[in-house]
């Protein structure tokens, strides 16, 4: 499947390629402990520079979903269901994604996922499954 590619840079790298390891690894701040991601070179909440990539459980809930209809684009055939997941490290650690092997009206808030990966050239794209999906 081709879909448009993030540019690895500094900040994104760790993100976008922990996959291959099968590991989804969010920023995090060395001082306070908080989560950042969007990853960032300075912590948001104390303002340290000690901040590097950790490597997460892979797990959360839906925290909110949309059901998306619209072809965008010809090699992603729809419908399918784009979600905010809430990661089981932090309730304010969400990230936005796309959900597989789930049928777009099973979808539901509280739905409980796991990271799966999907590679295409040189990022592994982090999916997330219902618990228990074959991914």
């Keep these: 499947m081709t879909v448009p590619l993030p540019s690895l840079g500094f900040e994104n790298t760790a993100f976008w390629t922990g996959g ?11 001082d306070c402990t908080r989560w950042l991601h969007p990853a960032a070179p300075i912590c948001r909440y104390c303002y340290s520079r000690a901040i590097g990539p950790e490597k997460t459980r892979g797990s959360g809930t839906v925290y909110s979903y949309t059901i ?4 965008w684009l010809s090699t992603l055939p729809v419908p399918y269901a784009i979600a905010v997941i809430q990661l089981d490290e932090d309730p304010s650690l969400r990230l936005t994604t796309r959900l597989v092997d789930v049928a777009p009206d099973a979808v ?3 739905l409980r996922v796991v990271v799966c990966f999907e590679q ?13 999906a074959t991914a």
């Design 108 to 110: 539901r808030i509280g």
């Design 20 to 30: 291959e390891r099968g590991e989804l690894l969010i920023h995090r701040c060395r």
């Design 68 to 71: 998306n209809r619209q072809p």
């Design 120 to 132: 295409i050239e040189d990022v592994w794209l982090p999916l997330f499954a219902p618990e228990g």
